[in-house]
């Protein structure tokens, strides 16, 4: 209880409701910008929130399908830019990962969150590279290696892009609101190829799958009205990809969304606010935290209709210890007319209790 | 009667003394293990603190599941006398090593409110003690300045007792002069790493003076600090239950002598000399057992009531910061129980041994008394004793406490039992047989029938020799105490800004503007600071101030070895304590952790040290800032101009920082401070001294009454021959002062021996400091006279008791 109270506060890292301006000069995310890659895989540490959010689906030696995720934050916290410590907590590396194995019923799920310092944590500018303690996401010649050891289970794979980078919104510029200050820089790396190692209870497996790579930068993000977000990333089956997300506000009322749809080997296209919808089907309720979700949805992108369904239902992922935050976050199955079409990561945020931060 | 409240009272003490340190202890342990929480070794340094560097390399490190780097301070808060343990940490760390220790913020703190700058979250035991809560404002002192936080929130996984602040480590070294300093790294090791490799793995990264260790060490390292003043105190008690044990004895030894007839009748009746032995016995548990339950009664309500008065270390300022409760302990309370009914059992063994073997014909017999008490005891025992305790004192300490010392005592004190009765035989001699009939017939008792005496003597002698040896040893400390603080002190003004652990200190700015004040016209700075120089040992305390080249500004003890002119090396001077504990020697070179670098340094000489018992070390100022490159000073010695007014310069000192930034004192006041201090570390002693005189007033009129009565017969045949109530009165008056005044002559002189035995071997083995011999002569006397008077009024009124009975009564009841 203690635990939750402390970092709670330590919370609203992403989830924030601040107003963008504030006492500390963050970088604002303005359109017309070009990103420029590989620069821009790394960090943009000037403006307050980043996070590298990687999700995929693994085949297990006996055929068996899991899902992963891990991600890293980088949160400039507005403190101590004028110390003279070491410690000052300029920069903050949170990081979480997940196995969701519908044979064990839940995530399988560890965390890990320091200041940067000391060794201890930190990302590079120039590519992607942030790491916090031994875990760690980094770009390696073309592809990206993730590296987790959790108490509980440990991976290590290889990420593989086979296609540039799909920008969301305009060109990267993706917009969260009405209001233009609330957007991010957001490009996503679909289609990844994914190969390691997976080590659940002691016992190291080779994996092999497909994965998607979400990079997001921005200083205000969550409108003031918003309680929180749907997003969706689904690797197509037929070499396409899927995103789409809405802001939802108080009775799940949409309050923005947007999508990006690519065809194998073409160009993304970009949908706008009222063309992408969002309809919950069936509802799964938390044993642990009493909080209920959608876990089966319509999506509607333009004129095609997807039906979503979670790979299990219970994928809640308690983040309290690092981001604050009590959500869910896992892996789905889209249909499309009956058929299976792709699979991919569901993360839906602000169902619990109306988060209280900033 | 007088047997039992001398039970209880020696039960009390020990059971008093007993609760209230464990309870202390107990507090301080728990106090320490939310401290360290799932640490499973803790690095630590020097007080002033190691490079913050460390603590990146022992994070790296793959023994090392999760490092916790601390700074800790003692903060000043300005205006008051309230200091504040405050803790900076990285709450990211904290969570994985010491999760008790997190902070909680309220709800309007804001996001990031464990990581802001200016706030601070403290415990409920110190928001209770300074009368804030949570969005209050609280300013700390750093360096000569006051700094304001605001509270953000509480702690509320520390224990309720302590008092606690907590800020990120960030804020913490920049608010507070540390950049760059830690003082702890709390280590979690990782789950497949074998302790002790771990730690011999990584105490080799380590630099010079910073040490791994348990975190059970501090609280052992507290614990030894007082536990030669707990045990010290914890003999004490048992020399008061050992007197009570004494005073049962007599008060059996003359009922026994008394019912004399009785047992004999009961003898020749058939009882078996086995069962009328066990039933004296019996009779001596019985008081002892109910001695014991009314002194573990009392016992508890004295250490209740010593907590609220004195505090956990009764006023010796071992575990200041702490609010302990008493928690009731079954098994120590048998165990006193127990050692109640052991005093009585023994006490009544003699004299139980002696009615049953006398034989009942014998015993029959009227006019038959005690053989209890040999004419002259056993002289040779006692002189051996006296030089066993000769012995003893040359035994070095055992585990840091003085058992020669204690052992030499004992054997003082059976040594000047046992040799009594010789002592009684000549001072009686010496008497003239001269003078009113009623002093004819008391020293004539005395030369006759000296085991009466004796007896009553024995227990005035165990409680004066205390008391003496008590008033002596605290009279010889206090006297000594405040000679050192005159040599200690010999500027005009004292200016401290905080101590080395604090946040608080003055800068080279500061300095300066001390040094240029109008009317000042020298000033020496102190820096404090304190090293690791094995583990498991306590720290010892480094002081950097100017020293001449032979040191005269320190209190000297013994020779010193200041530099020849061919020795380059630099001199420190150490305290007492480092020769006991390290034993470095002068003229050594030694190798002292500064600033992460063995420095190779000579022992110029040893001054004595009343300050810090676990050993300090005084280097040159300018040495010292040589090697370690700190420029930074806690206290300033000040000296005046001939025509500077004291309080003017203070004022204009004060005015330098913050309002209440800097303490500022004339000698004067630290020297009545410091006695007063002392004053209350010893009133336990002085309790204990009272309640040894007090047993020993007793013992004598339990004698007495004991005697009175048994004397009824020879009363009564002394008012057939004539003599007047008043005169028996007198005889009796006489009896118990002679009687007294062996034991009081014996005691003084066994309290002279024990007060050297406790100045030269118990203090000196438990706190590592010397001291001169001064004898309180003139109180000394005082108490005798007074004892000797009491004594003899004492002994009237139990003869007036023994005497109502009508003379003819008592002489018929022989026949």
């Excluded at chain 1, 409108?223 to 070499?239: E, F, I, R």
């Excluded at chain 2, 009961?266 to 019985?286: I, K, N, P, Q």
């Excluded at chain 2, 005690?370 to 006692?382: K, V, Y």
């Excluded at chain 2, 040894?692 to 017969?713: D, E, T």
């Amino acid at each position: 209880m203690r635990r939750r109270d402390f970092l709670l506060a330590l919370a609203g890292l992403w989830l924030s409701r601040s107003s963008p301006a504030g006492s500390v000069d963050f970088a604002p995310v303005l359109p017309g910008r070009r990103l420029v890659f590989p620069a821009d895989h790394g960090a943009h540490p000037d403006f307050r929130t980043e996070w590298w959010y990687a999700t995929g689906w693994l085949r297990l030696p006996d055929a068996r399908q899991v899902g992963f995720q891990i991600t890293f934050f980088r949160v400039r916290s507005g403190i101590g830019d004028s110390s003279a410590s070491a410690f000052a907590p300029r920069q903050l590396i949170l990081a979480h990962a997940a196995i969701a194995d519908p044979d064990w019923g839940r995530l399988r799920f560890d965390q890990r969150s320091a200041r940067t310092g000391f060794g201890r944590a930190g990302f590079a500018t120039d590519q992607t590279r942030v790491w916090v303690d031994d875990w760690r996401l980094e770009q390696v010649a073309d592809a990206f290696s993730a590296v987790v050891r959790g108490d509980a289970f440990s991976f290590a794979l290889m990420l593989s892009p086979s296609a540039p980078p799909m920008l969301n919104g305009v060109a990267g510029f993706s917009r969260k609101a009405v209001d233009p200050r609330y957007a991010s820089f957001y490009y996503s790396l679909p289609g990844l190829d994914v190969r390691g190692t997976l080590s659940v209870a002691g016992r190291s497996l080779p994996v092999s799958g497909e994965a998607w790579l979400d990079h997001e930068w921005s200083s205000a993000l969550l409108p003031p009205a918003a309680l929180g977000w749907d997003w969706v990333g689904v690797n197509l089956a037929d070499g396409g990809a899927l995103m789409a997300f809405q802001m939802r506000g108080v009775g799940g009322a949409a309050l923005w969304s947007a999508a990006s749809l690519r065809p194998a080997g073409g160009v993304s296209r970009n949908f706008a606010a009222e063309a992408v919808r969002f309809e919950p089907l069936r509802q799964w309720r938390s044993p642990r935290s009493g909080i209920a979700y959608p876990v089966e949805w319509r999506i509607g992108v333009g004129r095609r209709v997807f039906l979503l369904r979670a790979l299990m239902p219970d994928q809640e992922l308690d983040s309290r210890r690092s981001t604050g935050a009590i959500y869910w976050e896992g892996a789905v199955r889209l249909l499309e007319s009956g058929r299976e079409v792709g699979r991919g990561y569901l993360e839906m945020t602000g169902y619990g209790e109306r988060i209280q931060l900033g | 009667m007088f047997s039992l409240i001398a039970i209880v009272l020696g039960v009390a003490l020990g059971m008093a003394v007993q609760a209230v340190h464990e309870a202390a202890l107990n507090e301080f342990g728990r106090g320490l293990r939310s401290m360290s929480g799932a640490a499973d070794l803790q690095v630590v340094g020097p007080q002033a603190g190691f490079d913050e560097h460390l603590y990146a390399v022992l994070a790296r490190r793959p023994e090392v599941a999760e490092a916790s780097p601390v700074l800790e301070l003692q903060v000043k808060i300005p205006g008051t006398a309230e200091t504040l343990q405050l803790l900076g940490v990285d709450v990211f760390n904290l969570a994985r090593v010491t999760p008790l220790l997190l902070p909680r913020p309220t709800n309007t703190a804001g996001r990031f409110a464990t990581l802001a700058e200016e706030h601070v979250f403290l415990s409920a035991a110190a928001l209770a003690a300074l009368h804030l809560k949570p969005g209050d404002d609280i300013a700390f002192q750093a360096g000569a300045e006051s700094v304001r936080f605001k509270i953000a929130g509480d702690l509320p996984g520390t224990e309720e007792n302590r008092r606690l602040a907590l800020m990120d480590i960030a804020a913490a070294q920049s608010r507070f002069g540390k950049i760059g300093k830690i003082t702890r790294i709390d280590l979690r090791l990782a789950e497949d790493a074998a302790a002790d490799d771990a730690q011999a793995a990584l105490q080799n990264l380590l630099p010079a003076g910073v040490l791994l260790e348990p975190p059970e060490a501090a609280a052992d390292q507290s614990k030894n600090l007082s536990r030669a003043y707990r045990v010290n105190l914890t003999m004490l008690a048992a020399i008061a239950l050992l007197t009570g044990g004494f005073l049962v004895f007599s008060a059996q030894a003359l009922s026994v002598v008394r019912r004399r007839s009785e047992f004999a009748f009961l003898r020749a009746l058939g009882l078996s000399r086995r069962s009328l032995f066990t039933w004296l016995l019996a009779e001596g548990a019985v008081v002892g057992l109910a001695g014991g339950i009314a002194g573990v009664v009392l016992g508890h309500g004295l250490a209740w009531a010593a907590l609220s008065l004195l505090g956990g270390d009764l006023g010796a300022g071992y575990f200041s910061g702490l609010t302990p409760r008493l928690h009731f302990q079954p098994g120590i309370t048998t165990i006193y129980i127990v050692l109640g009914m052991l005093a009585g059992i023994a006490g009544a063994w003699l004299p139980a041994r002696e009615a049953a073997t006398v034989s009942p014909a014998q015993a029959l017999k009227a006019g038959d008394e005690m053989t209890l008490m040999h004419q002259r005891g056993h002289p040779w025992a006692g002189l051996i004793l006296l030089l066993a305790s000769l012995a003893a004192s040359a035994i070095p300490p055992q585990a840091g406490l003085p058992l020669g010392g204690y052992l030499a005592v004992a054997c003082l004190l059976a040594g000047s039992v046992l040799l009594l009765p010789l002592l009684a035989a000549t001072l009686a001699g010496g008497l003239p047989a001269r003078g009113p009939v009623s002093a004819r017939l008391a020293v004539a008792r005395l030369t006759a029938a000296p085991g009466h005496a004796v007896v009553a003597a024995a227990g005035v002698l165990t409680s004066v020799a205390l008391a003496a040896a008590m008033a002596i040893m605290v009279t010889s400390f206090r006297a000594s105490v405040d000679e050192w603080l005159n040599q200690i002190l010999p500027a005009d003004l004292y200016l401290r800004a905080g101590r080395a652990q604090s946040g608080a200190f003055l800068d080279a700015a500061l300095q300066a503007r001390i040094s240029r004040l109008k009317g000042v016209s020298a000033v020496n700075y102190t820096r404090h600071d304190s090293l690791r120089l094995a583990g498991g040992a306590a720290p010892v305390a480094l002081i950097a101030r100017p020293l001449s080249a032979d040191g005269r500004e320190l209190p000297l003890v013994g020779a010193s070895r200041p530099g020849d002119a061919g020795l380059t090396s630099t001199a420190i001077w150490v305290s007492e304590a480092m020769l006991d504990l390290y034993a470095w020697r002068v003229g050594q070179r030694v190798d002292l952790p500064l600033a992460g670098r063995k420095v190779s340094l000579r022992v110029a000489g040893v001054w004595r040290d009343y300050a810090r018992q676990s050993g300090a070390i005084m280097i040159n100022l300018a040495d010292y800032r040589r090697l370690t490159g700190d420029m930074l000073v806690n206290d300033a010695a000040i000296f005046l101009a001939p025509a500077a007014v004291a309080d003017e310069v203070a004022e204009a000192l004060a005015s330098m920082a913050a309002a209440g930034a800097f303490e500022i004192a004339r000698p004067g006041e630290i020297r009545a401070l410091s006695l007063r201090i002392f004053d209350r570390t010893f009133a336990i002693t002085y309790l204990l001294e009272a309640v040894a005189v007090g047993i020993g007033l007793a013992g004598v009129a339990a004698s007495f009454a004991a005697l009175a009565s048994a004397r009824r017969r020879e009363f009564g045949m002394l008012r057939h021959l004539g003599l007047t109530r008043r005169q028996i009165g007198w005889m009796l008056a006489l009896e118990g002062a002679l009687a007294t005044a062996v034991g009081v002559v014996a005691g003084l002189l066994a309290g002279g021996g024990i007060g050297l035995v406790l100045i030269e071997v118990v203090n000196r083995h438990s706190f590592h400091w010397s001291m001169d011999v001064h004898i309180p002569w003139g109180s000394l006397a005082l108490f005798a006279v007074c004892l000797i008077a009491l004594a003899a009024l004492a002994a009237v009124l139990a003869g007036r008791q023994a005497m109502r009975l009508d003379a003819v009564l008592a002489v018929r009841e022989d026949w």
